[in-house]
């Protein structure tokens, strides 16, 4: 374990990764229980107002990214002030992202159905931040040998096509395999092949004179929603509250 952690953490410098992803899940989970205690009246908080304004928490959440992001930048990734920066940059990343929903509709929608967008964010965020923290980079060309590592053309070519992948499957509509895609190999090639959703761009292009396949693509989706939408639902309220009806 000592190895490892010198190997993997220490030496390459990820000690700050590591503590502004678990800063960012803290303060995440965090207040999500002070919000949910809120919202059913129980506990000693309360919402933050000055001057008769709700204070929400993206606006020190913007202030403590900045100060973190800048400190960060300051210190390179090494030494105390390293750690305390990616610390701050974590927690106000946690408050931005948990109303992220807030900021893309310009409303109140925290506890709306639009709300579950930031818990989806959030979700996302942490696990790919893990996956570089765990070891994968960029378009999943890490761990190769130094011969590998001279063949640029074929670093190049698996850089372009798992990149091609991912786009193909945005295009498609499967957003969370893209963004998976671009750090974990092949996984964006199970998007890109198969049928796009009814409402995506490739569907509105490409299908538009193919009766058989818009026909399919809704049944497939139907079916596909039909059989996760219930577990991910339950999902998102388990971490976020059940939004308003």
């Given at each position: 374990m000592g190895?490892?952690?010198?190997?993997?953490?220490?030496?390459?410098?990820?000690?700050?990764?590591?503590?502004?992803?678990?800063?960012?899940?803290?303060?995440?989970?965090?207040?999500?229980?002070?919000?949910?205690?809120?919202?059913?009246?129980?506990g000693p908080f309360g919402n933050v107002k000055a001057g008769g304004v709700h204070v929400h928490h993206v606006v020190p959440g913007i202030v403590l990214t900045l100060v973190g992001g800048f400190a960060a930048v300051a210190g390179?990734?090494?030494?105390?002030g390293s750690a305390l920066a990616a610390v701050v940059f974590g927690i106000g990343a946690g408050f931005v992202l948990d109303e992220f929903?807030?900021?893309?509709?310009?409303?109140?929608?925290?506890?709306?159905?639009?709300?579950?967008?930031?818990?989806?964010?959030?979700?996302?965020?942490?696990a790919l931040v893990g996956l570089v923290l765990a070891g994968f980079t960029p378009f999943g060309v890490d761990g190769m040998s130094q011969d590998e590592l001279q063949d640029r053309a074929n670093v190049i070519a698996t850089v372009a096509g798992n990149f091609v992948f991912s786009l193909l499957a945005l295009a498609k509509g499967k957003a969370r395999l893209a963004v998976f895609g671009v750090i974990v190999p092949l996984v964006a090639l199970v998007g890109a092949v198969r049928?796009?959703?009814?409402?995506?761009?490739?569907?509105?292009?490409?299908?538009?004179?193919?009766p058989q396949a818009r026909a399919k693509s809704r049944?497939?989706?139907?079916?596909?929603?039909?059989?996760?939408?219930?577990?991910?639902?339950?999902?998102?309220?388990?971490?976020?509250?059940?939004?308003?009806?």
């Open positions: 190895d490892w952690w010198q190997r993997s953490i220490m030496e390459p410098g990820k000690l700050p990764l590591l503590l502004a992803l678990g800063a960012f899940v803290l303060t995440f989970v965090v207040t999500r229980v002070i919000t949910r205690l809120i919202r059913a009246g129980k390179g990734r090494h030494g105390f929903a807030l900021i893309l509709h310009l409303d109140d929608v925290y506890w709306s159905e639009a709300g579950r967008k930031s818990v989806e964010v959030v979700v996302v965020t942490a049928l796009a959703r009814p409402d995506s761009f490739w569907a509105r292009r490409f299908y538009a004179r193919r049944l497939r989706a139907y079916r596909h929603d039909r059989r996760w939408s219930g577990p991910r639902r339950a999902f998102e309220d388990w971490i976020g509250g059940r939004p308003d009806a």
